[in-house]
C-alpha cells in the first residue's frame, strides 16, 4: 500500500504470503476498487456473491476481447493452445454453450457417482498414510496433499494403474501447474506462455488417448460416462471431453489438493481445533468448509458486466471486468463473526469459494467429500501430528490460487 491507501497490485509478493491486510483496507477504504491494471475488484461478501449469482449482469464476456487488453488488440489469442483451452472449458462460456456442455458434464459427474467413490476415496487416504506412518515424518504437500486428489480423480476417470504411474502422475501435476497460470488473466513472458501452451498440447494428447480407449473398450468409469454423455444436440465431441478432463483434473489439483494443505496450516495455527478434531473426528465436514472460508484455495474470478449496472456505489460499464475476491468476502465481518477466527464448527451464512450461479463449481460435492475423507483419516490415524508452522511455504507463482509448495509434519512413529 502506497501512503497507507490500499491499492491492488496482484504480483506484490506480500500479497502472496498474506492477501488478508490488504482485503481488509480494500473493504474499508474502496470495496469496489478500480485497478490500474483496467479493472474492477469486489471485496465485500454481498458485492462478490451479487457479481457471482447475477446471470443477467454478469458472464464472462468475448473471452478474446478480455484477453487483448493485457497483450493489445492485435494479440492472436487462440492461436495459442493454454488460451484456446481456456476459452472452450465451460468455466469460461455463456449459455447457451455453457449450458450444454456443463449439463452433459452433470450427467456424467452424477451425486450417485460421487457417493459410490467414498469407500475408494477412504483406501486412497489410507494407503497414502499407509506410505509414511511407520517414518514418523512427511512432507504434507508432495507426499499426500497433491497426490490425494490426483489420485482420485484418476480412480473416477478410470485410468488403471499403467495410465497412472507415478511419473505420469507427477508430469500431470505439473502439465497442471504449468498451464494453470493463464488463470491469472495478465500478461505473461513469452517463455512462460510458451511451456503453458505445451502442456495444455501434452494434457489435450493425454486425455484424447484415454477417451480413444474408452470407445472401444468402455468401463464403468467417468471418461466412459464423458463418452456417452448426450443431448438433443448430440455427444461431447473428443475435443470437448479432453477439455473437460483437464479442467475437472487441474481442479481437484489445483483446490482441493491446496485445501487439504491449507487446512492442515490453519489447525495447526490454531491447535485448539485440531484437539477438537481429534476429540471428535464427525467435525471434519464442518472444518472443511471452515477451512474453504478461511483460507480459500480459490482467491478470485473474473466476469465481465454485459451492461451498465451499480455495484456498491460505483457504475460498471458495459464490457468492463470484475474480479471478484471471494477470499475477501469471505473474511467480511458484516457477514461473518470474528472473521479473522478459525472455527471448525462456525455456523451461518455459506463461503464463496465454490463460486455461484451457473458456475457454481461443478465438483463441489467430490471437493467435500475428498475433504471429510482426509481430515477423519488424519484425526484417526494420527491425533499426535504435529505440524511445523514455520517450514510453510506459500506459492509464489500466481495469485488466483493460493495454496502451500511446502510443509512438514511429524509424529510419534507407531
Known amino acids: 500500500m502506497a501512503n497507507d491507501r490500499a491499492i491492488f497490485d496482484p504480483t506484490d509478493p506480500q500479497l502472496k504470503l498474506d492477501p488478508y491486510p490488504l482485503f481488509k483496507a480494500l473493504r474499508e477504504q474502496d470495496p469496489v476498487h478500480f485497478s490500474e491494471l483496467g479493472f474492477w475488484v469486489a471485496t465485500r461478501y454481498d458485492d462478490v456473491r451479487t457479481v457471482l449469482m447475477d446471470r443477467e449482469n454478469f458472464g464472462q464476456g468475448d473471452f478474446i476481447r478480455n484477453i487483448q487488453l493485457f497483450y493489445g488488440p492485435d494479440f492472436d489469442v487462440l492461436s495459442h493452445s493454454a488460451y484456446r483451452w481456456l476459452s472452450e472449458i465451460f468455466l469460461y462460456q455463456d449459455p447457451p454453450r455453457h449450458t450444454r456442455v456443463r449439463g452433459l458434464v452433470t450427467q456424467a459427474l452424477t451425486a450417485r457417482r460421487v457417493a459410490e467413490m467414498r469407500p475408494r476415496v477412504q483406501a486412497i487416504a489410507d494407503r497414502l498414510l499407509d506410505a509414511v506412518i511407520g517414518s514418523g515424518e512427511m512432507e504434507v504437500i508432495h507426499q499426500f496433499a497433491y497426490r490425494f486428489p490426483t489420485l482420485v480423480m484418476c480412480d473416477m476417470l478410470g485410468l488403471s494403474p499403467q495410465e497412472a504411474s507415478d511419473d505420469v502422475l507427477a508430469a500431470l501435476n505439473q502439465a497442471i501447474a504449468d498451464s494453470f497460470i493463464v488463470f491469472e488473466m495478465r500478461a505473461f513472458e513469452p517463455d512462460v506462455l510458451a511451456l503453458a501452451n505445451s502442456q495444455i498440447d501434452f494434457l489435450e494428447e493425454f486425455f484424447g488417448k484415454i477417451f480413444a480407449a ?201
Open 214 to 414: 474408452r470407445r472401444i473398450e468402455p468401463r464403468d468409469d467417468l471418461a466412459t460416462g464423458l463418452c456417452n454423455a448426450c443431448d438433443e444436440n448430440g455427444p461431447l465431441t473428443d475435443h470437448e471431453m479432453a477439455t473437460v478432463a483437464i479442467g475437472l483434473f487441474g481442479a481437484g489439483f489445483e483446490t482441493t489438493a491446496h485445501m487439504i494443505g491449507n487446512g492442515l496450516l490453519s489447525l495447526h495455527k490454531f491447535p485448539d481445533q485440531w484437539a477438537k478434531l481429534v476429540a471428535d473426528p464427525t467435525l471434519a465436514a464442518s472444518a472443511s468448509e471452515e477451512i474453504l472460508r478461511y483460507e480459500s484455495s480459490l482467491v478470485g474470478t473474473n466476469r465481465t458486466a454485459f451492461k451498465d449496472v451499480t455495484l456498491g456505489d460505483k457504475t460498471i460499464h458495459a464490457g468492463e471486468r470484475v474480479l471478484t475476491l471471494v477470499a475477501a468476502g469471505n473474511r467480511d465481518p458484516e457477514i461473518f463473526d470474528a472473521p479473522d477466527i478459525f472455527d471448525i464448527e462456525r455456523k451461518g451464512p455459506r463461503h464463496l469459494s465454490f463460486g455461484g450461479g451457473i458456475h457454481f463449481c461443478v465438483g463441489a460435492e467430490l471437493a467435500r467429500l475428498e475433504g471429510e475423507i482426509a481430515f477423519t483419516t488424519l484425526a484417526k490415524r494420527l491425533p499426535g501430528l504435529k505440524v511445523d508452522v514455520a517450514s510453510a511455504r506459500w506459492r509464489q507463482d500466481g495469485f488466483m490460487f493460493r495454496g502451500l509448495t511446502a510443509l512438514s509434519a511429524s509424529w510419534q512413529p507407531l
